[in-house]
Nanobody, 115 residues
Framework: HVQLVESGGNSVQAGGSLRLSCVYS????????MGWFRQAPGEEREGVAA????????IYTDSAKGRFAISQDNARLMWYLQMNSLKPEDTAMYTC?????????WGQGTQVTVS
């Protein structure tokens, strides 16, 4: 049984920072890609940032470039999303995910509210 649990969401003022964490537990899931997604009320879920297992490269949605940074700690099976210079439009439920091929796992999400 695989479980992803996020933490770190909060309410902050515009210009502030947050660091989201995601911890992976359960069966071994090697060669996984991992990432962060978000969904605002009434909007579709969008990918924010991801790290690909093949070469460890990171990608970001355009609105996150230069402000957000994704990182991972493989030894602790955790990954993070450092979010700086937050804007009201970053308000959303942020969810971490891990996937490989047709297998994917999702967390429950952590709320980020920027005012």
């Amino acid at each position: 049984h695989v479980q992803l649990v996020e933490s770190g969401g909060n309410s902050v003022q515009a210009g502030g920072s947050l660091r989201l964490s995601c911890v992976y537990s359960g069966s071994s899931f090697t060669q996984r890609n991992m990432g962060w997604f978000r969904q605002a009320p009434g909007e579709e879920r969008e990918g924010v940032a991801a790290i690909y297992s093949g070469d460890g490269s990171a990608i970001y949605t355009d609105s996150a470039k230069g402000r957000f940074a994704i990182s991972q700690d493989n030894a602790r099976l955790m990954w993070y999303l450092q979010m700086n210079s937050l804007k009201p439009e970053d308000t959303a439920m942020y969810t971490c995910a891990a996937w490989s091929g047709n297998t994917e796992y999702w967390g429950q999400g952590t709320q980020v509210t920027v005012s």
